[in-house]
Structures are given as C-alpha cells and as structure tokens.
C-alpha cells in the first residue's frame, strides 16, 4: 500500500429485499482483499429498490449487485430514476477528474442487464429458460489484456442464475462508449440460439458481468446443501442439475478460481489507478 489513508467502497443492494448469496459474498470478498493487502478498507450499502437509496460521490470504488425479477419491468420507476441519476453523476465526476481521481464500478448480473438497456449496446429479453448452474464462459479476442480478467482460462467457470439475457451486441455504440465485449456464454451447437453477452467493458472506469463472479464456492455449497433449498432447486431444475451444481463449485478449478480472481483483479486494478495500491510486478 502507498497511502494510509481509508479506502471507501459503496455496494448498491438491487436485492429488494430478498434472501440471497450475493451481498454475502461481496462483503466476503471485500473483507478478505482487506486483509491480503492490509488495507483500511471500509464499506457502506445502499438499499436501491426498496429505500431508493443511492450513494455520493465520497466513495473509491462502487459494486452494484444482482437482484430478482425483470430488468424491463422496472423503466419509469422511482428507483430506477435514482438509479441512474447516481450513474449520470459518476459519469459527470469522470469526465472531468484526472485519472487517479475517477470513480471505478462494477456491474453485476440485474445491474449488467440494466445498464446494457440503458446505454443501449444491445437487446435485452427474456431467455426461453431459466439459466441456473455453473456454465462455461468464452473469452472473446482482446479479452486477454483486461486487468479484471487477468490469470482467467478460456472458457473459465462462472454461476448464472438469470432468466433475462442480452444479445445482439450493437458494437458501434459499443466502441462509441469506448467500451468492448469481453466474453460470451457457452457454446451450444445444438441450439440454433444466438450466444448471450456475458461481459462487457462500458469504458475505461465502468465494467460489467452477466454472471456472478462473486459466489463463493464453499457458503454456496453449504447454502445449496441445506434441505429446503435442495428441495427448491430439484423442484425447478432437477435432481442432475442439483448434483452438477454441487460438484462443480467443489471443483477447485471452476468456481473457486473465478472467485478469487475476478473480484479481486477489479480491486486492485481501481486502486492501482488511483495510486492507493503498487502494481503487480509483472
């Protein structure tokens, strides 16, 4: 570390409220880059949908997190508007301050879904079924010099939980944006269905996943092992869906890997541009 000082970091909770892995793990994740690096780190959540709560600009770093329900359905809302009017904020401050000084964001799954919509770089519709498990994830050329995905495999192992997907990539505004697409989902051959986005670079202060880099193989395991979520996930994705779930986040090369790698690079990589933490040696 180079400076003493705290960093802050904002998690938008897009959950509504919901029971859920997801804030678990960030927290998790947040807590343990923290320790590995010795920092002052500290973090506040802010209650979107429900509270309609938003955070200022005091804050390093901003994760915005998965949620439930459609991304369409909620156009025109209240907190969709605060939403967003915290996004044209971000994006006002990183216009005009210098490098170290501008805000980094991570978008997750609901909040992928929402800002793709919003800026426009694609089509986002419902999937004809509901995406649950741990997926093969494809690297699209370029993707390799993306700090965030940094000591990833081709494809790497991510969980989806998702019933909304966002396809057909309008790769003008994309590059417009200053952005591109890192990755896509598995390869179907015996689907005649276009592949989904499944990350994406919005700019040089903005990235985004369709997937949940942030599960945690083991507390995902001990969740899924529990009897009335067993009974949940059988009920609505099968026994061999169950059994394939449990045994990849127990794979040490799929879902632990991607855990501690993604989140992680997202973090050092916006506190290596703020000068907060030293670069890697290459």
């Not at 010795?38 to 915005?64: A, N, T």
């Not at 670079?201 to 395991?221: K, N």
């Not at 059988?234 to 990849?248: N, P």
Request: hydrophobic share 40%; charged share 25%; glycine share 6%.
């Amino acid at each position: 570390m180079i400076s003493g000082r705290n960093v802050r970091v904002a998690i938008l909770d897009l959950y509504e409220g919901q029971a859920n892995q997801g804030m678990r793990c960030i927290r998790q994740l947040l807590a343990e880059f923290a320790q590995t690096h010795d920092l002052h780190l500290e973090w506040d959540e802010f209650e979107v949908r429900i509270e309609k709560k938003v955070p200022d600009l005091s804050y390093d770093i901003y994760i915005s997190s998965g949620g439930p329900g459609s991304p369409l359905d909620s156009i025109g809302s209240e907190w969709e508007d605060a939403y967003f009017g915290w996004l044209g904020r971000i994006e006002q401050h990183n216009r005009v301050a210098e490098p170290a000084a501008r805000k980094q964001v991570l978008f997750i799954c609901h909040s992928f879904q929402l800002i793709c919509r919003h800026y426009a770089i694609a089509e986002v519709t419902s999937r004809r079924s509901t995406a649950f498990g741990v997926f093969p994830v494809h690297l699209l050329e370029g993707a390799e010099d993306e700090p965030v995905f940094a000591g990833l495999q081709d494809p790497f192992y991510a969980v989806d939980s998702r019933s909304f997907q966002v396809i057909q990539p309008d790769h003008a505004r994309i590059a417009a944006l200053g952005g591109r697409l890192l990755a896509i989902e598995k390869e179907r051959p015996h689907i005649p269905l276009e592949r989904a986005i499944m990350a994406v670079r919005f700019s040089d202060t903005m990235i985004g996943t369709q997937f949940h880099p942030e599960a945690d193989p083991t507390g995902m395991s001990m969740y899924l092992r529990r009897d009335d979520r067993r009974q949940v996930v059988v009920a609505e994705h099968g026994e061999e869906k169950w059994k394939s779930m449990i045994d990849h986040l127990e794979d040490p090369d799929k879902i632990r890997w991607t855990y501690s790698h993604v989140i992680p690079n997202f973090l050092a990589s916006a506190l290596q541009r703020s000068g907060i933490l030293r670069p890697e040696p290459a």
